[in-house]
């Protein structure tokens, strides 16, 4: 019985089947195709898919890391102990470098919630890594923007030693052999870094070879003229260091031609300066293709600080990758671009996306790179991102209606062709309400610490809100309105009202005095502030606010109130556990705090204003949706604050749109700080411009600091004292910050040193010096009278200082300084430190008056220094000692027990704090 067909059959079917099938393939492949219409044109290839914008684009996968036969070496900060290591976010911005000039691929790199601030620091780590592995020659790259102190960081982070070391003997060409460690070799290297080998006689661990020590460095800055060679700042730290020991000058010829030139140093770093023109910047880059090592890779940073000041970021970019490619030819380097904003990624790599159509080239890929590290980037021990805890916060948002309102004008505005000057009164009231809107104060409590801190009278009338109310009403008549004129004027009747009840309190500082209250009746409350002037300014109102819930004082209040800083956080929850966080205002440094910080406590309350919210809320949900696989630990927290911010789409074009940066205070020091009066009125006054468009005015006997720290004379973290007469063009000019000054004097109240300029401190200590120097002087020449006493006294200092004939005071100047019977007893109001102005000038007359040198130096620190310079506008003005104190921390350390990490965060805050002299003008007179 059969049950199916036979075998035969079937293989009779399926040859069947395969003739039928290959008679059909083949009629298909014969059939004609149509013809092209030669009427249309040709069509254009499109695009490969990479530089299409996609409604929605995603960002690429990191690229792997390169192969390594080593680790990274082993890096140190100054004086240090412990040994430090780049952090997740920088590890990964490394590896994205050497990936890029290896391959001469084209990145942006989307850094967030955090972002590295020492660009210059990824290239040294980079070439350090790379010359661990082998390859002696490493990366040449290119930084864009930068200026004058990029490279003041990496002066003070250090390899270690032996680490450096061994890693020059394992890559060392010896004679004619073979080195199979080396991937690519240059004898010429062998030298200078085997001259390091000088410090392991010194025997001192804590004497470490600098990054900028053995990583050749060049700056274009403005007025292009070429890239200087850099033979003098190699080895520079450790030379300096160690002529003050006296060893061995071993070093000074170790540098050589090849390490110091631009045409042929290996590693180089090449700093361009963001203001350069278009014609120096073609002639900055096209210097770099004409050497013998032609740059591997470009870094462009634009972090916020660097897209607020260069307003036109991103055609910058495109201008700059342009300008590569044409001086380039086919030897087309990497490129990076670095920000630390989602939407500023998109926006830069769609501008981008033209660029690489019309000159050919490579596209850009965005990636997304998760870092909860700011500031240098540098960790002693980290966890990474993943470890962060799922948090939910509570966020309460203040001042919509002041946002509503100008949104309604600038509207208006617009409607009536009032948009159209940059100098609009309107956008001048838009800007000063969203400033107002956002102080944790009223305007009286700012104006007075204004008065109080010594701040500029340019930013003084930033906060002038009758200033600009009489600009704008001006302006309103002569610029006649064309539509909606009665809407317009209701809208600025409500910005009236409402700046008028701000005068007393915004609602930003009456909820946070809620918050306050409500909070501190049970437990203790952390108000965490970015800013000190802000702390200062919620700390003065809250005080003085008389409207606190159930009749409270703010003294009842204060015990359990904490004003403090980010950076404190961690601290003060340790000592309160328990305590209620409250972050007063969104800006980048909260944000990375609430994202990634594992200490804080749930249900955190967030106080911003409705703009800030808005801002952040765009910035979250773009990273929810471009970005989720790559932030996906921080996607409970980020979920919280988005369901709680507003939901809006509008924008005010006349206000900064890149950043959730509450506005800035944008407050600075007064520049116009000689001695009680106005400097012009001083025709001897010089003019020094900065490097940051700013004029000093000082005069030439005063006393500056400059970052130096290749000088034998500098402190231990670069900074020399000189007079203003000896200031030169291209000096580093230390200029103080009022956050800065702020910060140092915050730092030794906290250790119970008070150095703030109040009458009733000096007042004692004053009359002691005024008295001891009156008895001193009768015991000198008792009897004579006042004209003889000044004649002796001179006469007997130039006698034992012979040196001071040419330049110490006449006896007319001298006349006030032991014409001291009068003011023994004179109230305070009229009370002046009589004494030489000069420190050389006060040395001698205290020594000629038999004033013992302990004492002496004590009246001078502490008392006359003090009290003359900073007392001004009523005695309520900050010392300039603050200034020594901090750049010369053997001083601040031996105030008071002041952890040396404390120092170490105030001087790197200084460094930042240092500019280029660009120009000097001379006054008339020079008191040379």
Known sequence: MKFGPDLDQLKAAR??????????????????KKKKNSRKPAKVKPPPQDLRPTPKPRASALPPALA??????????????????????LGALVELYRYASEHRSRHIAMCWPAVPGQTGLIHALATMKNQANGDKIGIRGALFPCKSNIFHALNHLGWDTNDMLGMVRRNAEVGIGYNSWITRGHRNKDPFL?????LEKIGDPNLRPALTDLMPHFYSGPSYSGWADCSRRLLGNILARTRRRKVSQAFRMTAGEVMGSPSSAPDALFAIDGRLSDSELKRAVADLYTHDFQPDVVLIAWPLTSRLEYRNWKAVTAKLVMIIDQAAGENRPGIVCLTDDPRAGFELRNKLYDTACRSGSIPFELHAVASRVGGDGLVVEQSPISATRPLTFDVQVVDSDADRLC?????????????????????????????VSSLPCGLRDLNDQMQEGEISERSARLYRWLDVKAVLQEHLKTAPLKVDASTLQQALHKIFELMGRAQEATNFALRLAKLAANAARSTHVLLVFESEFRRRLARRFLSRYADYPKELRFEQLSPRLHFIMSQDLERGLTQHPEARVVFVGLDKEATKIIMCSNSIPNHTTILSTHRSALFLRGELRTILEHFEDTFRPLKTRIESLINQTPDGSESIPLMPQSSVKLPDLRIELSDAVIDDHDPADQPNVWLIRLDDYRTLRRLPEQRVFIYDPLSESSSGHGFKEREVRDLQVGHQLFVMSVELRFELDELLR????????????????????????????????PGLKLADQVRKLRSQILVQNPQCAEHYPQPAAMRAWINLKDYLDRPIEELRPFAPAREAHFKVFAQTLGMDETQAAVFWSRVIQPFRFARRTGGKKLSDGYTTLLLEPEHLMSLGQIARREIESLTTHAREHTFAVEDIQRGQRRND
Do not use: C, W
């Open 68 to 89: 390594s036969k080593a680790s990274l070496p082993m890096l140190f900060r100054e004086e240090d102990k412990q040994p430090i290591q780049p952090s997740d976010g």
């Open 15 to 32: 040859e069947d089947k395969l003739v039928r099938n290959k008679k059909l393939l083949e009629k298909m492949s014969s059939k004609p």
């Open 750 to 781: 906290k250790h119970g040193i008070q150095l703030r300029v109040d009458d009733e401190i000096f007042e004692g200590q004053l009359r002691a010096y005024h008295q001891r120097a009156h008895e001193l002087l009768n015991e000198r020449f």
């Open 407 to 435: 949104r309604d004008i600038y509207r208006l505005a617009k409607n009536n062709g009032l948009d159209t000057l940059d100098s609009n009164p309107l956008a001048e009231v838009i800007g000063l309400v969203s400033r």
């Open 194 to 198: 085997f001259s390091v080998s000088e």
